[in-house]
T-cell receptor
């Protein structure tokens, strides 16, 4: 099976712009989670989608949003970019959302730089 | 949120076993203990998970204390490719994963 893919891999934007990142989960996986990784804050949970519905949300401002399509592909959007949004954005997929035992499969990430 | 505590860094010699500790004194009865690792320039990779009993897989072993307030990830023979940041995570029933700072493992040849 193909792994989790994320596009684009690298992105450079300027402050105030918006950006959309894409994630294609492993075939058959219905849960997609997003994380932000920075040197200062480490890996932080953004949100999780399952069957096109947001199931969980981390502590991020409303500028961070996401959605999931019927084929389980997911996008996240960041509006009005700030310098502090520069980070590695990771997507992870999982077969389901129930229980605490499911492992997550991570993609390689999208490196976003805000100038 | 239940929290985990890990040493910032550890060193090991190649071909020797490595024991990576994790404290989680506020764990709840339904929290699964997960371990992930992140190699340089890659996304995190699942290593192992357990609930109450010790677990083994092809990558590692997980030893869970009887009171579940601590656990240890065991790499039986460290290789240079095992150099990574290892995260111990308590996975809640609602599937949320909260990463801590992890332990940076250095493997010396």
């Amino acid at each position: 099976k193909a792994g989790v893919t994320q596009t684009p891999r690298y992105l450079i934007k300027t402050r105030g712009q918006q950006v959309t990142l894409s994630c294609s989960p492993i075939s058959g996986h219905r849960s997609v989670s997003w994380y932000q990784q920075t040197p200062g804050q480490g890996l932080q949970f953004l949100f999780e989608y399952f069957s096109e519905t947001q199931r969980n949300k981390g502590n991020f401002p409303g500028r961070f949003s996401g959605r999931q399509f019927s084929n389980s592909r997911s996008e996240m959007n960041v509006s009005t970019l700030e310098l502090g949004d520069s980070a590695l954005y990771l997507c992870a997929s999982s077969p389901s959302t129930s229980g605490g035992y499911n492992e997550q499969f991570f993609g390689p990430g999208t490196r976003l730089t805000v100038l | 949120d239940a929290k985990t505590t890990q040493p910032n860094s550890m060193e090991s010699n190649e071909e020797e076993p490595v024991h990576l500790p994790c404290n989680h004194s506020t764990i709840s009865g339904t929290d699964y203990i997960h371990w992930y690792r992140q190699l340089p320039s890659q996304g995190p990779e699942y290593v192992i998970h357990g609930l109450t009993s010790n677990v083994n897989n092809r990558m590692a072993s997980l030893a869970i204390a009887e009171d579940r307030k601590s656990s240890t990830l065991i790499l039986h023979r460290a290789t240079l490719r095992d150099a990574a940041v290892y995260y111990c995570i308590l996975r809640e029933v609602n599937n949320d994963m909260r990463f801590g700072a992890g332990t940076r493992l250095t493997v010396k040849p």
